[in-house]
């Protein structure tokens, strides 16, 4: 199976970035104690995936994660950051205008998120599931670095390369099971959750292996499950100038609308400042019913798309 640079590549590319996931599998979330997860080769289909938008060659080929930029705070929606597709983004210049003017609460940065397809083998009725993860902050590895940076561990290893040669934990061929431990933690803010402790890439069994291609076909391609808005929709939306009957019904956080109609709206782009987050728990951002029915293994349809860049 081939993964392209991305079998290698511990860190993300700059400029990548995203939307909300809208898909009908259920959410996986980190709980105390040890997990045993198949993490499924998603195949990327379209310019929608920011890394196939920043390289055209990868489309057709697989990821383990898919990672954008996103805006939870907009209206109470969530919203793909329009610097993923290195466009500039009118929030994000808002949250950098309002920052300099001497505003520290609540500024609408844009916050790097990872998705994953995963198994787990203790719920395997579940089917695939969607895992969301902080990810990219270079001064704090997250989730999708952590994953990385195993495998190049394993890879180095003599004892871990006679035991599975060659294996990589994404690859239908050779795959290997992720398993995570995580102990109680609580947030700043006071809310608990599971953090990990540790990660372990462990040998898959032949039973294991055929869960796992018994549920190729039903990997969620999330290219097919965001929705993207032009900056200038983006800014519509920010500055509370749309319709009524826009679809508002899915609220996922409190509104914080902050108009901003004396910012000036048209700067360079600039990529988002990541906000400075520890050990982000693991958060699933919405709860959307499923609406796409192209949630599943790969068709290629850039030219059906509504794509605005
Ligand atoms: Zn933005």
């Given amino acids: 199976m081939d993964f392209g640079k991305r079998r290698d590549v511990a860190h993300l590319e700059e400029g990548v970035s995203y939307t909300v996931i809208n898909s009908s599998a259920s959410r996986y979330k980190f709980h105390e104690g040890i997990q045993r997860l198949i993490f499924m080769p998603m195949p990327m289909v379209s ?8 390289d055209p ?4 080929g697989y990821d383990w994660s898919f990672e954008l930029w996103e805006h939870a705070n907009i209206a109470g929606k969530t919203y793909v950051c329009p610097s993923s597709y290195r466009q500039p983004c009118p929030v994000c210049d808002a949250a950098k205008a309002r920052k300099a003017a001497g505003e520290t609460e609540g500024l609408p940065f844009a916050k790097h998120r990872a998705f994953f397809s995963i198994i787990d083998l203790d719920d395997i009725a579940s089917g695939v599931q969607i895992l969301e993860t902080a990810s990219g902050y270079p001064a704090k590895p997250q989730f999708p670095q952590m994953l ?11 004892d871990k390369q006679a035991a599975a040669p060659g294996a990589f934990f994404a690859d239908a061929d050779n795959p290997l099971i992720v ?6 933690d609580t947030t700043k803010e006071g809310r608990k959750y599971a953090k990990i402790s540790s990660i372990e890439l462990v040998p898959m069994k032949p039973a294991e292996k055929q869960i796992m291609h018994d549920n190729l076909t039903k990997v969620i391609v999330f290219d097919n499950c965001i929705d993207i808005k032009s900056g200038a929709e983006l800014e519509k939306i920010y500055t509370g100038d749309m319709d009524e009957d826009e679809d508002v019904e899915d609220v996922v956080s409190p509104a914080i609308i902050q108009p901003v109609h004396n910012t000036p709206m048209k700067q360079p782009i600039v990529p988002p400042i990541a906000p400075s987050v520890t050990a982000a ?7 959307t019913p499923a609406v796409n029915k192209k949630d599943f293994w790969a068709t290629d349809d850039d030219s059906k798309e509504d794509f605005p860049f």
Wanted: some cysteine; hydrophobic content about 40%; aromatic content about 6%.
């Fill in 148 to 158: 990385a940076s195993i495998q190049s561990m394993f890879d180095a290893d003599p």
């Fill in 179 to 184: 398993k995570i431990s995580c102990v109680p």
């Fill in 281 to 287: 728990p693991i958060v699933p951002v919405i709860n």
């Fill in 47 to 54: 310019k929608k995936n920011p890394r196939v938008f920043a």
């Fill in 57 to 60: 060659s990868r489309k057709g």
